[in-house]
């Protein structure tokens, strides 16, 4: 299992909302096709065929928790989660 997929599986699980590497997270929704645009602190990440708009802040080298709920809920919604870990 990649660095990736350890990531993934860590988001998914909900269970360190609070201790998750902005970078991380914003490499895996520009992976995942997220077109962002920066807007000085604000990382507006967007993409065709996802309704909701996921504008991030990093609170030092860390996402914001409630911020990284909203990514997974996306994720999860729209089944954007990849191909590497459907056989788990």
Request: charged share 25%.
């Amino acid at each position: 299992m990649g660095r990736l997929d350890k990531f993934i599986v860590i988001l998914l699980s909900g269970g360190s909302d609070h201790n998750m590497n902005f970078d991380d997270l914003t490499k895996l929704l520009v992976n995942l096709d997220f077109q962002c645009r920066v807007k000085g602190s604000h990382h507006i990440f967007f993409k065709q065929g996802v309704e909701e708009i996921l504008n991030l802040q990093a609170k030092g080298k860390m996402a914001k928790s409630y911020q990284v709920k909203q990514v997974r809920d996306v994720l999860v919604r729209y089944q954007l989660i990849p191909g590497a870990l459907d056989h788990e």
